[in-house]
């Protein structure tokens, strides 16, 4: 095999394992190779399997042989967050108090990988119990390979180390408040949160259980219609999964903008704050989107500005709930020092207030849904600047988790309205680290963000861009710079 | 309003939960950070939010539930 498969997509390998250029064991094999040579350093994977891959591979590629393709990712390497369940196999959270956790069951979105074909290579370090601000990570600080001084955002930041570091082909992550999304503007990639109900939840440890939605991080639009085909669809054991058909994703990649209606969100992209190369990706999106056929106007969304304080008194308040139960009382100093203090400060939210931030949710939601009667996609930056620098590993954890919590501005809104909401890679900032756009959609109408999202990636180079690992590790080691390890 | 230190205790007490002294300050500012960010949004909506459902954003399939 003399290919270079390093970056290659699921559409590029797929075609590369049907022409029979590449079998689904040299394509593991190329992976595992990566990780065994990058990952001591990234810290993308808190297991890595191996051997269970290799037998998979061979399996797939004795079948390839045989002219039998079990399905549309036939051979393609993916992970997973350890937030979902895998039967026999670690499942972390990303925590201490789930070092020895080996579940009895999968979660339902890597059965319908597995039987599409794709083979589960690894297991993605991540915030502690995928909720974010984590300080000190007990399987190391998964690093951003453009820049490992660099922070890889919320909590499927180890998903998108692995798919940007190209130690996996796809990923896929949980959002809550924004954790596929941040991960994935960090890191130069495609993350998509679809609609709630869209996707199963059975078997992802979803505690936050109105807002926690699994989702595709790839390295292309196309690749995240391709594996939201295949894990999209009700689940008898997810009840809040819908019955909606599901429509095929790949055929809405038309590059055809004509006539579609862009709101730019103005409360979520001219703030203060926002990073002077995140503005320049905006204002070039809009030329972009209009020179592909798209009327794009300003829009306002005044809810949005205030949706700081709401995760907090209501998602983290329903994670507390199993919490205190199970680890805060008895495992107080096992959780990492960000973790404990957050959830024990959620757990003891007056209800009268977090029933006041559930009626904010409601007027955000019907803000974000009103709007969009007008507009087919609303339009922000996927976050106000690139990914910060990242503190010392010596310094006081207390400040530490003052500053962890990350800023999800633009990102919460559309956790909160729970509409499909995709980033996208944009531009990169004067020390070469990413920007990106955000697309959020109609309930449901995935195939229309996927599509404003395609033709805005097909007429942008940004997403072909990779990170020089070699170069960045080396350059990373040989520095001084703290190890958040 | 801002709550101290031993008023966070308190709290943390009724559901039988015990802080450690040295980290009681960090769960207080983070609970008044949220009591004052839900205070801010009453000055902006606070009428408004009285008119609204507190309705989860999910899909629920009633025969599932049954």
């Known amino acids: ?485 | 309003m801002k709550l101290g230190v031993e008023q966070v205790r308190a709290m943390a007490a009724a559901i039988g939960l015990q802080v450690p002294a040295d980290e009681l300050p960090l769960v207080a500012e983070r609970l008044n950070g949220i009591i004052a960010g839900i205070e801010a949004i009453e000055q902006d909506y606070g009428p408004e939010l009285d008119y609204v459902d507190p309705v989860p954003s999910v899909v629920v399939d009633e025969e599932a539930l049954r």
Do not use: C
């Open chain 1, 1 to 485: 095999m003399s290919l270079n498969l390093d970056y290659t997509t699921i559409s590029v390998q797929a075609r590369l394992l049907a022409e029979g250029e590449v079998t689904p064991t040299e394509l593991i094999e190329h992976m595992l190779g990566r990780i065994e040579l990058y990952d001591p350093r990234l810290r993308s994977h808190i297991t890595v399997l191996a051997d269970r891959a290799r037998a998979a591979a061979e399996l797939a590629t004795k079948r390839l042989r045989a002219g039998l393709r079990v399905g549309p990712l036939h051979g393609i390497p993916f992970g997973v967050k350890d937030q979902l369940l895998t039967e026999g196999i670690l499942t972390t959270l990303g925590s201490k108090v789930m070092a020895d956790f080996v579940p009895i069951e999968t979660a339902t979105v890597i059965t319908r990988l597995e039987a599409a074909g794709a083979i589960l290579i690894g297991k993605h370090n991540l915030h502690e119990l995928g909720k974010g601000g984590t300080v000190r990570f007990p399987y190391g600080y998964p690093r951003n390979p453009w820049n490992l001084h660099h922070s890889s955002s919320s909590s499927s930041n180890g998903s998108g180390v692995a798919v940007a570091a190209g130690l996996n082909t796809f990923a896929i992550g949980e959002d809550t408040g924004g954790s596929i999304r941040g991960p994935a503007a960090a890191m130069n990639l495609v993350g998509l949160r679809p609609t709630y109900g869209r996707v199963s939840r059975h078997g992802g440890v979803m505690f936050g259980w109105m807002a926690d939605t699994l989702g595709p991080m790839t390295l292309s639009v196309e690749d995240a219609a391709l594996v939201l085909q295949v894990i999209a669809g009700h689940d008898p054991k997810d009840a809040l999964s819908s019955k909606r058909p599901v429509p095929d994703y790949a055929a809405a990649l038309t590059g055809d903008l004509r006539g579609v209606r862009v709101g730019l969100v103005t409360e979520l992209t001219w703030v203060e704050g926002i990073h002077p190369a995140v503005a320049e990706a905006m204002r070039d999106s809009v030329e972009v989107f209009r020179e592909l056929g798209a009327v794009v106007e300003e829009v306002s969304l005044p809810a949005t500005r205030s949706t700081g304080p709401l995760t907090s008194a209501t998602t983290d308040v329903d994670v507390s709930s199993v919490a205190v139960r199970r680890w805060l009382k008895d495992r107080w100093y096992d959780l990492d020092i960000a973790t404990r203090t957050r959830l024990a400060a959620a757990a003891i939210v007056p209800g009268s207030i977090r029933t006041r931030a559930m009626r904010l949710r409601s007027i955000v939601r019907q803000q974000v849904l009103r709007v969009l009667e007008r507009y087919d996609v609303l339009l922000s930056p996927g976050n106000l600047e690139p990914p910060t620098r990242l503190s010392s590993g010596d310094a006081d954890p207390s400040a530490e988790v003052k500053s962890a919590v990350p800023s999800r501005h633009t990102a919460r809104p559309f956790a909160i309205a729970n509409t499909p909401t995709i980033v996208v890679p944009a531009g990169f900032s004067d020390n070469g680290l990413p920007v990106s756009l955000q697309l959020a959609g109609r309930l449901f109408d995935e195939p229309t963000v996927l599509r404003v999202a395609h033709a805005y990636e097909q007429a942008t180079t940004w997403h072909r861009r990779h990170p020089d690992l070699g170069a960045n590790i080396a350059a990373f080691t040989m520095s001084e710079g703290g190890d958040k390890e």
